[in-house]
Every structure is written in structure tokens, then in C-alpha cells.
């Protein structure tokens, strides 16, 4: 089992950067398949990032792919979310995901079995 902490959310200005983290605790770090998802009011639970264990092998969802940048310290147990020209509808809460030794990069919540408890993201104009 992992268990998921997130911070680095806050109130930035649109155009700006922020970088997300999410540390996890337990063991085989490393083998874990680590996901990004953020939820909006009033919206669905929507895919960010991913990024795999072994080779990190990243996939970016079609909104934030050339903005955001996903990664992983297995040293720190830690996987990370460079987040570049914010927009405003960007905001949103945060959560970080896990999935033990999967061999593919899902986009689904449901492969996901390990949850953060996320972190708010505003980005004001």
C-alpha cells in the first residue's frame, strides 16, 4: 500500500507557474505507475498527467501538454507537477493518483487505486 500527500496548490495569477508534489509513503516507490487529475466545480474528474514506472514514460492529456510537465524522484518518493502558462481553467482541485506495477498509462480514474487528498489550484486573470 502507498499513501499520497499533495501540496504545493495556491492562488497565482494566469501566465504564471507552480509546482505541485505529491509525496508518498510505503514501499515500491519505484514501481508504482503515478498519475495527475484535477476536478473543477461542477465538473467530472478530468486525466492531467501520467507517468510510468520503470522507463517514466510520460502522456499528457491535449489541455495541458506542452504547459505542464509530470516527473518522479524515486529516491524521494515523490512525483511532481510542473504546471507553465496557467490558465484560468486550470483551476481546480488537484489529486494525486497510484497504481502498483501496471504496464500501460491509463487515463481513467478508475485504474487508479491509490488517492491524494488534493490540493486547490486558483488561477485568477
Known amino acids: 500500500q502507498v499513501q499520497l500527500v499533495e501540496s504545493g496548490g495556491g492562488l497565482v495569477q494566469a501566465g504564471t507557474s507552480l509546482k505541485l508534489s505529491c509525496a508518498a509513503s510505503?514501499?515500491?516507490?519505484?514501481?508504482?505507475?503515478m498519475g495527475w487529475f484535477r476536478q473543477a466545480p461542477g465538473k467530472e474528474c478530468e486525466f492531467v498527467a501520467a507517468i510510468m514506472w520503470g522507463d517514466a514514460t510520460t502522456y499528457y492529456s491535449d489541455s495541458v501538454k506542452g504547459r505542464f510537465t509530470i516527473s518522479r524522484d524515486n529516491a524521494k518518493n515523490t512525483v511532481y507537477l510542473q504546471m507553465n502558462r496557467l490558465k484560468r481553467e486550470d483551476t481546480a482541485v488537484y489529486y494525486c493518483a497510484g497504481r502498483w506495477g501496471l504496464e500501460r498509462l491509463p487515463t481513467a480514474s478508475h485504474d487508479y487505486n491509490y488517492w491524494g487528498q488534493g490540493t486547490q489550484v486558483t488561477v485568477s486573470s
Open positions: 510505503g514501499r515500491s516507490f519505484s514501481r508504482y505507475l
